[in-house]
């Protein structure tokens, strides 16, 4: 299954997540390993044509509204203030892993975004001072890549790659 996953820019701009498809990915996300069990995460979520949706469009940097704005949703994962739990960040990440294996198995994708306007995204979902947006997740059904602009419809019909497994070892012999 891991290896069916990617992320697309192509978007269907009329497919729709349910609340079941969001309670899914929620739950998947809550059910992360954390250090000390403390569950730092929190997402806000916004579908297309809701106010939260548009409020998290706009804070991404232009090059991205283009196909993120097809998402089904906006998902923006945070993570509590790292000075009182210095392991926030790793288990958000394991928390926006898990969502993203759910949604494979939804056969949803993900997009993980990570250029977007910090400060502006706080203010315009009113989050705490304590909370750090760390990385906006388009969800969806795939859409047409003959959408994108030429530029995007190359790298969105690229092969895949990946490192080899020697390459991720250090000081290691090759797994045989």
């Known amino acids: 299954m891991l290896a069916t996953r990617w992320s697309p820019l192509a978007f269907d701009p009329v497919a729709v997540l349910s609340d079941d498809d969001v309670s899914s990915l929620i739950e998947a996300a809550r059910w992360a390993p954390s250090f000390a069990n403390s569950q730092p995460w929190r997402f806000a979520v916004g579908r297309r044509d809701e106010e939260i949706y548009k409020r998290i469009l706009e804070n991404l940097a232009a090059g991205r509204q283009h196909w993120a704005g097809n998402a089904s949703a906006l ?13 926030a960040a790793y288990d958000l990440g394991q928390a926006v892993a898990h969502l993203t294996v759910q949604a494979t198995a939804l056969r949803l994708h993900v997009h993980q975004i990570a250029d977007f306007d910090v400060d502006g ?11 750090r947006p760390s990385v906006v997740i388009a969800v969806g059904r795939l859409g047409d890549p003959a959408m994108l602009p030429p530029d995007l419809r ?7 790659t990946r490192l080899p497994v020697a390459e991720l070892l250090v000081n290691q ?4």
């Open 121 to 131: 995204l706080r203010s315009d979902l009113e989050m705490p001072d304590d909370l």
């Open 75 to 87: 998902f923006v994962a945070a993570h509590l203030d790292q000075a009182t739990l210095p392991y």
């Open 173 to 176: 012999a090759p797994i045989t």
């Open 154 to 160: 190359v790298w969105e019909t690229a092969l895949r």
